[in-house]
């Protein structure tokens, strides 16, 4: 059987010196970045017990940064749709890796924090992070570093203005 390339997630490499960059190449390499990244950070969590979505591991970083947190405060937070926070809450606390408590003052209100087990695939993320983070900026000094955040924030806000 014939492999596929995948021409979306993995562009096709230009010939050192090639002339014919597209004024979209800045944001098509942006995306092929940050499509590396995830996949190399979920890799992890795929091959061991837990198989966390990027979504679901937004909802758990909220949830430890946030212990106590309700379902509401995270739909403000993120601004996502309710019903699809419901089902993420509800398959997290199902696989164990959050738990939540009715509020004191409103019994409909749940409290929801990550268990001991969320905890540690937090952690486990956090440290991928770090080693994709080094490994992503290798042979970047400190100066190259700052100049990309920079020039990345003024793509940002050209895109927000």
Not at 98 to 106: C, T, V
Request: aromatic share 2%.
């Amino acid at each position: 059987m014939r492999k596929q390339d995948d021409n979306v997630n993995h562009p096709a490499a230009k010939a050192p010196g090639s002339t014919d960059e597209r004024p979209d190449d800045v944001l098509d390499l942006v995306h092929h970045v940050m499509h590396q990244y995830r996949s190399q950070q979920y890799q992890v969590l795929r091959d061991g017990p837990h198989d966390v979505t990027h979504m679901e591991s937004k909802v758990m970083h909220f949830f430890g940064h946030h212990p106590g947190a309700t379902q509401s405060e995270l739909a403000h937070k993120t601004g996502r749709d309710k019903a699809q926070l419901a089902r993420l809450i509800k398959g997290l606390r199902e696989r164990g890796l959050l738990d939540g408590e009715a509020g004191e003052q409103d019994r409909r209100s749940v409290q929801l924090q990550l268990t001991a087990e969320g905890r540690a695939v937090l952690r486990t993320l956090q440290q991928q992070s770090r080693r994709l983070h080094a490994r992503a900026v290798a042979g970047m000094n400190a100066e190259d570093q700052q100049r990309l955040v920079a020039l990345l924030q003024r793509v940002s806000r050209n895109l927000d203005g």
